[in-house]
C-alpha cells in the first residue's frame, strides 16, 4: 500500500498548508475567544478551489483523492480544529449527500455553489431525542400537491446560520409510515423557506469558531425537486455520507492531536525549571515520545481507511477504526499537553487550552465512539 499523493495533490495539501500558516493561524486564538465563525477564511479557502475539494471537476470542485483530502484537513486542524472542522461538514456531509445521490439539476443549482467556494453546506440530523439513535428521529414529511410539507426540530447543525450558509440538508421521517417500519427521506431547505426559523449560535465547551444551532420547521413546504433520491431512501444516503465523515472526523482529531503536541514540543523547549528546559527531563521527553507515536498510529489507520475508500474498498470498518482510536489519541495527547504546560496550561489564555477543549467532542461526534465499537464489533462477528 502507498500512502503517498501524486504531486498535483500535493502541491494542494501545500496550499492549504500555506495559506493556514498565514491566514488563519494568526486570527484563529482571537476568532474563539470571540466565539465567532470567520466565514472570511472560508471564502479564501473557497477562493482557492478547496471547498470542492471531493467534488468532481464536472461539478465545480476539484475531484482530488480521498488520502489528499485527510492530509488537508489534518494541516487546517493542526492551526485551528474549528475552521477545520466547518470545512470537512462541509464537504462530507454537507456536500456529498447531493454529489452521490441528487440529480444533475439538483447537483448544478446546489452543488455547484458548495464546491465553488460561493455557499456553504449543512446537514440536520441530530434532534433533541435523537443522536446516535437515528430511527428515533421525529422531525417529520408529510405529503401534499406538488412537494412535501416538513415539521420538527434538529439541533446541533454545524454551519447552517453563517452569512455563506446556503440552507441546510435535512433527514426526516415520512409521515404515514408505521413506527417499526419508519421511512426517511432527504430534503433540501433554503434559508429563506417560510417557516424555517434558526435559534441562536450554541456554545459548547470547544469548537468556539463553529456556527452551531438549532433548526426549526413549522409547516415549511418542500417542493418534489428539492427531495434529493428516492423519498424513503434517505436513511442510506446519509449512512453512506456518514462512513466518509468518520474518516474526515478521524483527520481531524489527528490535526487537532498534532496542534497540541506541537504547542507542547515548543514550550518544553523553552520553558526552564531547575536550571533545565524541561525537554531535558526524562519523565517530559517520555511523554512527549508517546504523544508522537500515537499521533503517527491515528494517522496510518486515517490514512488506510482513506486508501481503502479510494481504491473502492470496503471501508467501513476501517473507518470506525480509525475515528475511534484518533478521537481517543486527540483527547489522550491535549490532555499530556496541558498536563506539560502546567499550571499556564489550564488558563483559557494558554494557546494549548484551546485544543484541550476542541478535543472532547472527537468522541462524541459522527457517531460516538461506543457506536464506533458496536459498527466495528458487529462487522467482526457478523
Known amino acids: 500500500m502507498d500512502f503517498a499523493l501524486d504531486e498535483d ?22 476568532a474563539w475567544h470571540e466565539e465567532r ?23 465545480g470542485g476539484i475531484g482530488a483523492s480521498t488520502a489528499a483530502y485527510v492530509a488537508l484537513l489534518e494541516e487546517l486542524a493542526a492551526v485551528d480544529p474549528s475552521i477545520a472542522a466547518a470545512w470537512q461538514a462541509h464537504s462530507t456531509i454537507g456536500s456529498l449527500p447531493l454529489l452521490l445521490f441528487g440529480s444533475d439539476e439538483q447537483r ?15 446537514f440536520g440530523l441530530t434532534e433533541p431525542a ?18 412535501w410539507v416538513l415539521n420538527g426540530q434538529k439541533t446541533f447543525i454545524s454551519n447552517a446560520g453563517t452569512d455563506m450558509s446556503f440552507g441546510v440538508t435535512l433527514l426526516a421521517r415520512i409521515a404515514g409510515t408505521p413506527d417499526d417500519r419508519p421511512r426517511f427521506g432527504s430534503f433540501v431547505v433554503g434559508r429563506e423557506a417560510e417557516g424555517y426559523t434558526m435559534g441562536t449560535k450554541m456554545r459548547g465547551i470547544g469548537w468556539h469558531g463553529l456556527d452551531t444551532r438549532e433548526l426549526f420547521f413549522t409547516d415549511v413546504f418542500v ?43 515548543e ?9 533545565s528546559r524541561l525537554a531535558d527531563f526524562q519523565a517530559i521527553q517520555f511523554k512527549l515520545a508517546d504523544m508522537a507515536t500515537e499521533i503517527e498510529a491515528a494517522r496510518w489507520l486515517t490514512q488506510y481507511a482513506a486508501y481503502l475508500r ?4 470496503p471501508f467501513k470498518q476501517a473507518a470506525a477504526m480509525a475515528k475511534l482510536k484518533a478521537s481517543q489519541v486527540a483527547t489522550a495527547v491535549a490532555t499530556e499537553a496541558v498536563q506539560i504546560f502546567g499550571g499556564a496550561g489550564y488558563m483559557l489564555e494558554s494557546p494549548v487550552a484551546r485544543f484541550y477543549c476542541d478535543a472532547k467532542i472527537l468522541e462524541i461526534g459522527e457517531g460516538t465512539n461506543e457506536i464506533q465499537r458496536l459498527v466495528i464489533a458487529r462487522d467482526l462477528v457478523g
Not at 108 to 122: D, I, K, Q
Open 9 to 30: 495533490e500535493q502541491d494542494l495539501v501545500d496550499l492549504g498548508r500555506t495559506y493556514a500558516q498565514r491566514e488563519i493561524a494568526p486570527i484563529a486564538a482571537k
Open 37 to 59: 465563525c470567520t466565514t472570511e477564511v472560508l471564502r479564501g479557502l473557497g477562493e482557492l478551489g478547496l471547498l470542492g475539494l471531493l467534488v468532481p471537476e464536472k461539478w
Open 108 to 122: 448544478e443549482r446546489w452543488l455547484r455553489p458548495l464546491a465553488e467556494g460561493r455557499a456553504l453546506g449543512a
Open 130 to 147: 435523537a443522536g446516535s439513535d437515528v430511527r428515533a428521529l421525529r422531525t417529520t414529511a408529510k405529503k401534499v400537491d406538488g412537494g
Open 223 to 265: 417542493p418534489d425537486e428539492q427531495v434529493i433520491g428516492e423519498p424513503g431512501g434517505g436513511l442510506g444516503q446519509f449512512l453512506s455520507a456518514l462512513e466518509m465523515g468518520r474518516i474526515s472526523v478521524a483527520a481531524l482529531a489527528v490535526g487537532t492531536a498534532l496542534g497540541a503536541y506541537r504547542l507542547a514540543v
Open 267 to 275: 514550550y518544553a523547549k523553552e520553558r526552564v525549571q531547575f536550571g
Open 310 to 313: 479510494d481504491t473502492g474498498k
